[in-house]
């Protein structure tokens, strides 16, 4: 009975987001998303509505309660604290989550469970590295036709997996996530490298490593071409510019990424809400909501 209750006050408040009285329309609007998760399906009810202006309203709550939403799934993702590295593939389909809220993380994995699926196949005659570096970076970049967006290098949609692997295009640090992503599927030791200013990826190997660039299309590079790249962004070259990134490392840098797109289109409530969930995964521990938020 007080659960039939409480859900018919959350459709009596979603009524009210149209009341001539601005005042009321406002408390309504806080009470709806304070209530959070709970009101999003009626919420989404009245996005499908016959009522325009209540369309239009229960939209932007939606668009309050989401980010909130999405938080707690970043502290969840960082639960483990600082002593112990993130999930990528989780992280990066929280991402996603954020630019497109209604996109299904399970259609992603199985695009991502298909490609290595195919590209197994391929590899399973190769067993040098630099076959294996050859075969994959053939199969990404020329068969299926992944590359750098050097054209619209600052599109938001750069940096969702969903549209990466929807528009073989993305950022280097986005390709080289889908190059780490694929290998961990099939056992292979390929990991990220986050220089200053270029992201790229490297076949690990104790003595000599095989680096490789997935925004220009898997082309090889020397440790002398590494050193050139970091130093054309004008840094001073130091060795640990070519280690291995954290998976935390990578999501961050990916953040800022997308917080920066944000900032120079003017979008200030999403390049806040990014600096909020940078934050989260900065220091989870100081990042935790209260007893009386949670």
Same mark, same amino acid.
């Given at each position: 009975?007080?659960? %039939? ?9 979603? =009524? ?6 601005? *005042? ?17 399906? *009626?919420?989404?009810?009245? +996005?499908?509505?016959?009522?325009? $202006?209540?369309?239009?309203?229960? &939209?932007?709550? !939606? ?39 209604? $996109? ?55 940096? *969702? !997996? ?11 640090? +986005? ?23 270029? #992201?790229?990826?490297? #076949? ?18 020397? =440790?002398?071409?590494?050193? %050139? ?10 060795? &640990?510019?070519? $280690? ?5 490392? +990578? ?25 909020? #969930? !940078? ?10 909501? $209260?007893?009386?938020?949670?």
């Amino acid at each position: 009975m007080e659960q %039939k209750k409480a859900l018919g006050q959350i459709s009596s408040l979603i =009524k009210l987001l149209t009341d001539r009285d601005e *005042f009321v329309r406002n408390r309504v609007r806080d009470q709806l998303i304070e209530l959070g998760e709970d009101a999003l399906p *009626f919420l989404e009810m009245a +996005t499908r509505g016959e009522d325009e $202006s209540l369309r239009i309203q229960a &939209h932007l709550v !939606i668009q309050n309660i989401l980010p909130n939403k999405l938080a707690e799934k970043f502290r969840q993702l960082t639960k483990k604290g600082l002593s112990q590295d993130v999930d990528l593939e989780a992280g990066m389909m929280l991402i996603m989550e954020f630019g497109y809220p209604e $996109s299904d993380p399970e259609e992603c994995r199985q695009k991502l469970d298909d490609l290595a699926q195919e590209l197994g196949g391929i590899l399973y005659a190769n067993t040098e590295p630099q076959q294996i570096v050859a075969a994959f970076t053939h199969f990404l970049f020329q068969k299926n036709g992944f590359k750098g967006n050097k054209h619209n290098y600052h599109n938001p949609d750069n940096s *969702f !997996i969903n549209k990466v692997l929807e528009n073989h295009t993305g950022l280097p640090i +986005t390709l080289s996530a889908l190059c780490i992503l694929l290998a961990k599927r099939l056992n292979l030791p390929i990991v990220g490298v986050g220089m200053p200013g270029h #992201y790229i990826v490297k #076949y690990s190997l104790p003595l000599e490593p095989i680096y490789f660039d997935p925004f220009h299309q898997g082309r090889l590079l020397t =440790k002398k071409e590494c050193v %050139k790249i970091v130093e054309q962004f004008g840094h001073q070259f130091e060795e &640990h510019f070519l $280690s291995q990134s954290t998976q935390r490392e +990578t999501l961050i840098r990916m953040l800022n990424n997308l917080k920066q797109v944000y900032i120079n289109s003017n979008e200030t409530k999403k390049a806040e809400t990014l600096t909020e #969930y !940078i934050k989260i995964l900065l220091n989870p521990s100081k990042n935790q909501p $209260s007893e009386r938020t949670r």
